[in-house]
């Protein structure tokens, strides 16, 4: 077998240490399998378990033109539920989507969305601070901050190079959603969107 893998390029023996590693025809079979890989698609399917899940609606945001933008969302499974609507811009400074792309984005995309916004170019320390604080934890949270009484948690799906991809989105309302970074809604969010991030390649 290792000798027929070695002839069709699946596999190579490295001579020094005698060990096989992946070959050309596998690394490009790899590559693309990941091409064909749809990140929305894959996002969208998990979207009601995890609704079910948190007990919240969720959504998937994305970076367009005009910034990050609500796409697809699935609503809470109880009857009272703060909803989500397509195709709604994200604050940057306001909202858990916005600031997780803030804190992935480069900072001139970020500086230009926020011009754009009409709010403050500059990205001031305190700012800063929010985005390094979200960086380090691998989701975003805000509470009362868009609109008093709802709060939301975002977490990043990475692609194969290491680009923010999208966001996984839950919001729902601040008297009954746990937004804390180590509280069980934002780890089971992250969870999902590093599932989601192997799916797409990322290591």
Known sequence: YLV???KLGLIVQDEASGRYGLGPLALQIGLISLQQVDPLRLATERLPALARELGQTVGITVWGERGATVVRTEEAPSPVHVTMRHGAVMSLRGTASGRLFAAYLPQAVVRAA?????????LDKAFEAELDAIRAAGSSHVVDKA???VSGLAAPVFDATGQLAL????????ASFDTRPDGPAARALRAAAGGLS??????
């Open 4 to 6: 027929s893998f070695g």
């Open 114 to 122: 926020l011009r754009a916004e009409g709010g403050r170019a500059a």
């Open 147 to 149: 609109v008093v009484g």
């Open 167 to 174: 966001a996984l989105t839950a919001i729902g309302a601040t």
């Open 198 to 203: 192997a799916l797409l390649g990322r290591g």
